[in-house]
Nanobody, 124 residues
Framework: QVQLVESGGGLVQAGGSLRLSCAAS????????IGWFRQAPGKEREFVAH???????YYADSVKGRFTISRDNAKNTVYLQMNSLEPEDTAVYFC??????????????????WGQGTQVTVSS
């Protein structure tokens, strides 16, 4: 069983920055592949960023160049640094552990553990 707790969300003006954190339980945290997803009201959950087990990172086109995913295995924590925020980035942000490798890193069904989410609101 893996527990994930996100934090760091809040209200920020367009152009501002936030850093989200995802604290995870589990002794084998360093072996986890972690993803960040977001869900805006009335929309489906969408992929944001992924940190693979081999250290590769992947981003949605909409956030590439603005967001950075990183991890600190000593703290069992994954981060999402978000810069140049836009109103379109407003959503609940979730971190998740990938437990199935049947489709693709950007597909939510491949993830078996999810946090409760943290709200990010970007005002114009």
């Amino acid at each position: 069983q893996v527990q994930l707790v996100e934090s760091g969300g809040g209200l920020v003006q367009a152009g501002g920055s936030l850093r989200l954190s995802c604290a995870a339980s589990g002794r084998t945290f360093s072996s986890y592949a972690i993803g960040w997803f977001r869900q805006a009201p009335g929309k489906e959950r969408e992929f944001v960023a992924h940190f693979s087990r081999t250290g590769s990172t992947y981003y949605a086109d909409s956030v590439k160049g603005r967001f950075t995913i990183s991890r600190d295995n000593a703290k069992n924590t994954v981060y999402l640094q978000m810069n140049s925020l836009e109103p379109e980035d407003t959503a609940v942000y979730f971190c998740a552990v990938r437990t199935r490798f049947t489709t693709a890193y950007y597909n939510p069904p491949d993830y078996g553990y999810w946090g409760q989410g943290t709200q990010v609101t970007v005002s114009s």
